[in-house]
């Protein structure tokens, strides 16, 4: 037998049970959030909230706001938050160095005057140069300081910051009026909870008024309409199962609320990686195990944060290869948990699950493809036999999607139009012809990007809210 | 015949709105209703009102900016304020800015009709 | 044909994963048609029920006549979808007629037998909605369910028997939200004030009779004393917060007295809940001394007796307040130039001077709050 003939049959081997632990471990998800999601569910109908808001007792909180050249859309996103129903809270937005007219924007509509609030360096963060108050809304503050980056900006939120909990939202996204409160009963309801966080959910072309998305609306480009798929896939059955057996490892960087005193007893976001939301996760897990406290980090797939996704097939493309990228920094930089007992589901099975088959899943995937076309011109393929497992591969990527999107028609509902859900199916049988390819190769991107420590930093093409909305009215 | 008066309702609960709406109606009065603070303040400032319920928690703007915009512009409004009972802050508030009476929830429809025929001197 | 195992296994593979998917997507067409059409009917049913309940309320109908129209639906989550709104804003004669309504067209039966259901959901939906219709006669079964080790059973049972306003219930609620779940403060406060205003009577009760001003007479005063004695295993600081933030919630001036005599002798956490009650109320014991508090070891208390000191006007605390001004903790500085600020002419003046003689936190602040009082 040619050597290749043995190579290509252990490498056979090695996919077939790669490919079984992989969609075994999205099997088992997806029945671990079902129940999941049943018993959050049951929590939810139990569970007061209006009369919770309405009362005196609650957690005050801190919205940070990071902000890079956001001439175009802080102001709406200041006032999205600003109209947010909750009790006591503050918003600490952070103007990182912005080149362009961020802050003199800010300045203007918020009449903003400097302050002479002070704070303590309990992260270490760039210099601040200035704090503001503004004159028509108390609880807006405005910090002003050099460019550091996302994470620094944030640091320097919390610094900032007088409340027990801290919310840290993106600039270009809205959340969901009753999904603060949703996510803040989790804090009040257990002790133990350090970090929590919602869904993520694309806004493109929703009808969103006063900072409200008042109506759902499935948007017609091409490339969000798979990561919609994408999204309900990732939160629905992905994080839902993983928070049903205690193994959360992400919290999305978009919409997650932590304690205070747990973020600065880990040291704050790591400055020096792109997915300083993820390897914060991992860090406090890994410092509340070493400072011997109970703890919880929970998946709430009821609050809803919408936010902008890419467009465009470049603004995709970085932004892809920016997450697979900060998945391996997260990961390099918290390997000790790496099948360590100590950290529980966490260490045993989301960490090792996400190292071999999101973070490798890349490279595997890849190689698959050249060695299968090796294969056919050695002439080494069973043809029936491939062609089988071909389609086993797409329909079981058909099946996990589809059974994602009958989660979202189970509990939540949120495209008013039948029609809209079915394309989504529709598009759930499409990304597996290219998109799916397209997507690993970007990720395989970001894995070299790692490896050889580029930095491809790119910038997302910014549509403010308010224009985009008059254009969708127009069209 | 007397001009039947307009009572403005700001309630973003649609039973609780209709409730009020059909009790109101039965006392004789006309009703606009309105479910956020944006709708009952225009309405409050466009129109013809005669008194106003306002709830304090409502989307888009809460009933205390409401008052406070409607005060700004109408002084002489009567407005009833409508809040939970544990919100001392909201009833505080309410009366400073000029809040003419309020009502804490859960509440008698009896007594929030009462209340507002004393206001606007039927009782 | 004989087909290879391996490829066998791989159809019927193939057919297995088509078949789920095909009914999944069966599965989400069936579930949003039938979802419209339901939603649909109720709207419908709603209708003609809101022209019932509101005729009923205004007593042109009677309570015969509005009941048959609701238990012909024969559907009570649907009834109480409707009901519920009603229920939990209307008070008085309002909320006693539909809760007869409730009774009469069978709802409170329907959800009492729900009670004892196998499905988690069913009984933790029944324990809360007999709660929001305040059934006292479901207070044992509610009891029941707070000794589960279901946290659900627990919160609902917790919540159900608070929104009934059963005080009887109060100690044992408290004692289980405590000991068997991970509910904060905020939290378990949140739910025991459900109960309502009569149990901040019991609750001073208790505090009298520890104070020796008074004595604990029915069960539920014994109970809470008890706790407060340290009877269990939670330490009573706990209890005596707990039971304090919901005096200060209910801004329950009648009982000042006993809290005035409490905080002489209290541990410095019931201390910090103690002023923060004086703060919700609006006012402090007559006769208080609030000075020991301005010069106390923990910063929260001094932080507290800066932001209370406003109910005594003390004029003799003025240059304790000064002295907090370079407290080292930044809100101890800042509840002190606020009071400074709001103490007149003085204060104002006192904090100015500040600004100019001295360097360093007394200043930061003068100035801050000067800068704050300008934007208000």
Redesign the interface.
Known sequence: MSGWAVFFIFYSVFIILYFIGLNGSYLLLVLLSFFGLR?SR??Q????RV??FR?????PLTIIIPAFNEETTIVDTIYSVLALQYPEFEIVIVNDGSRDNTLAVMKKQFKL?Q????Y?LDIPCGTIHNIY?S?DY?NLVIVDKDNGGKSDALNAGINVSQFPLFCNIDSDSVVDSAALLKVIDL??????VVAAGGTIRAANHCRIEDGHVVEARLSPRFWVRFQIVEYLRAFLFGRAGWSAIGGILILSGAFSVFRRKAVVDAGGYRPDTVGEDMELTLRIQRVMKSLKRDYRIVFLPDPVCWTQVPETYRGLRTQRRRWQRGLAESLFYNFSMFLNPQYGAVGMISFPFFFIFELLGPVIELSGYIVFLVAIYLGLLNP??AI??L??AI??G??LS??A??ME??HF?KYPR?RD??IL?IFAILENFFYRQLHAWWRFQGLLDFLFRRRTWGTLDRYSFSEKNMEDAQS | MEKQKLILIAED?P??N??IT??LG?EGFKVRSTSDGKEALKAALEEDIDAAIIDVMMPFLDGIQVLKRIRAEKPQLPVIILTVK?R?EDIHKALELGADQYMT???????LVKSLKSLLGEL | MIM?P??YI??Q??FV??G??IL??L???L???F?SLGEKRYRQMTEDW?DVF?GY??GELTLEEAAAVFKKANSYPWMWR?LA??I????????DQAKLLCRQAGLIDYYKKRLHHRS??QK??A??TLGSLRCRESTSDLLAMLHSKNP?FI??AA?GLAASGDTSAFAQTTRTLLNH???????A??IL??FGVESCKAITAALEAKTGSGTAENPVEKSLLDHLHGKDSIEPYVYYSLYI?LLG???YREALPALGKLARFADQETMVHILKAFL?IGEMPPGFDIKPFLKHDYWVVRSFAAQVWKYSRDQEALPLLENLLSDPY?WVRYHAARALSEAGQNGKTLLKRKTTESAGAAA??S??IL??NE??
Do not use: C
Request: glycine letters at 2%; proline letters at 3%; zero cysteines.
């Open positions: 018993r049951i929590t109908k139990v569970s007061d009369q919770t009362s005196s007792f609650y957690k005057r302050s002479a609030r002070s303590n108050i004159a108390p804090f009040v309801k257990d002790r133990r029936p036999f089988l497992f389609v086993v329909l079981l058909i099946m589809t059974s999107i009958l028609e189970i509902r039948l859900v079915l199916f | 609960d039973s609780v209709r409730l059909f009790k039965k544990s001392g929830k859960p509440f008698q429809t009896a007594e | 290879d391996y490829l791989l159809v593979i193939i994963i088509a789920l998917t999944f997507l599965a989400i067409v579930l949003r048609l979802h809101e509101f309320l205004q409707f709104p009603y939990r804003s209307l008070d008085g004669d309002d909320f988690v959901t933790a939906l324990a809360r659900i919160l609902a919540q779940t991970f509910f904060t403060f905020e939290g406060a949140e004030s459900r933030d919630n209910f801004r919700r930044w930061d602040i100035r801050y800068e704050l934007v208000n």
